[in-house]
């Protein structure tokens, strides 16, 4: 492992390994491993989940979730309610400053709802919902609602992504399909883009302007965020055992996702703490392309979910430890109010392959090219790439098993065009369990493909999209769960998209790091003895 470490780091870290000692020499400094490389900056612009970390260096938002995804005053003192709960006065806290020096006005933070709810599903359920959005003085923002939303809290809170950041009026009027390159928010954290090596490192620095709120609980992203590291730099290594050695000698201090073959390894080390800190895991998915055959046939989309076990899939994630992973896997959260089991027969049973090339014979599968985009240099997104390849050779399908990198893979997953001029048929991803809790930001089971933020694959359902909506007009929690079933039973005959399973990610740390909080890796109350 030593001689992997050293050829990997001659590769992979050279032009930044100088430096950064020459800089944090006298510092109080975090290294943290990402998941992947920092491909786009931009918080409204993707749904990755490294820009949502990013995002949250930088930018702060109005309100914050805690690990019951409860909403809870951030960037507001609080708010008031009026008019049977269509008025909405929001309250800036005061002394808020941009890193730049200007101060947080309630302007900047209308333009910048405006621009993340043209990118997000639940900022655009409330969006429809709103009459009027303004800023009445400086610190208030007002919105006037065509009905009540008792969600808006929670919306302008979420922890999943895009990342409702708040950024000055300049960057939010930009077109929320063109991305922003300048950063500059009201987070803890200031980007030093000086520093940026693409493909390598990012480094962010303590912002000295920033004042944490006093109260609130210290989860997610809520409540006080006080730094107490001068730099985090976040290296990107793209070796798993360069990645071991790293954290095992202390050249590191924490790895975002270790992958699960090397747990035990990490395990030995006295030094290294292995946590679980998402208890809603991570839920994959293969998401098929709707405008392009084959996928754009209902049939042979319904004949996949006969052909994958997803007992497989997570074995080539996890290994054999059943206690690490979830099947079935419907499209909700499992072990979560709006999961249920109804509709997945599909997915449960011994898979009979045979049974699925005549499935596809009967549909009219015409041996087009499949072009699986998988993205190797996420460890699981590449094995399950490899299971679904494997699968579907084994019924007959011409595959094109493009392997490539997450930043290539988000920008081909753009292209509506045939196979033939760089377009695609279908992508292996993955979420946070806390996506799928509920239809109210599950992009992986909208109908809404026709729309300009459709999410790629561009599944059209209207069925869908009523149910959505149906289901925020629900009054009580059991008529949710009702439209939760409906809405899981439709997406077997829609098959918007194919859910894989879901299983559980820790996260490994050296062990003079504490402070570690629930949720997604944050920066603030973390120290190191």
Known sequence: MSVSRRSVLALTAAGFAAPRLALAQGSNVMRFIPQIDLAFLDPHFTTAYVTRGHGHMVFDTLYGSDANFNPHPQMVAGHTIENDGKLWNLTLRPGLKWHDGEPVLAKDCVASIRRWARRDALGGALMERTDELSAPDDR??????????????????????????MMPERLANTDPFTQITEMIGSGPFRFVASERLAGSRNVYAKFDGYVPREDGPMEWNAGPKRVFFDRVEW??????????????????????????????????????????????????????????????????????????SQTDFMQSIVGDDAAMFHVPHGVFCPNTP?????????????????????????????????????????????????????????????????????????????????????????????????????????????GNGNDRAGWPGWAVSQKLEDLREAWFEAPTLAAQQEICRQIQVQCMEDVPSIPLGQYLQPVAYRSNVTGVQKGFPTFWNVRKS
Request: some cysteine.
């Open 140 to 165: 208030t923002i007002r919105f006037v609602l065509k009905r009540p939303f008792p969600l808006l809290p929670a919306a302008l809170g979420k922890v999943t992504s895009p990342m409702p950041a």
């Open 235 to 308: 290296t990107t290594i793209p070796d798993a055992a360069t990645k071991v050695a790293a954290l095992s000698q202390g050249e590191q201090d924490w790895w975002e996702n270790p992958t699960h073959d090397l747990l035990p390894l990490l395990r030995r080390n006295r030094q290294i703490k292995i946590e679980i800190t998402n208890p809603t895991g991570s839920v994959d998915m293969m998401r098929p392309n709707h405008v392009q055959p084959p996928f754009n046939n209902p049939a042979i989309r319904r004949a996949m979910l006969h052909a994958f």
């Open 338 to 446: 709006m999961a249920s089991e109804a509709g997945l027969e599909p997915l449960k049973g011994t898979r009979d392959l045979a049974k699925v090339r005549e499935m596809l014979k009967q549909a009219g599968y015409a041996n087009e090219k499949v072009a699986i985009l998988a993205a190797v240099d996420y460890a699981q997104f590449k094995a399950i790439g490899e299971v679904m390849a494997d699968v579907m050779g084994r019924i007959g399908m011409n595959v094109d098993y493009v392997a490539t990198d997450w930043g290539t893979m988000l920008s081909r997953r753009n292209n509506r065009g045939p196979v033939e001029q760089g377009g695609w048929s279908c992508f292996n991803t993955g979420w946070e369990g806390v996506d799928h809790m509920d239809p109210s930001n599950h992009y992986a089971i909208r």
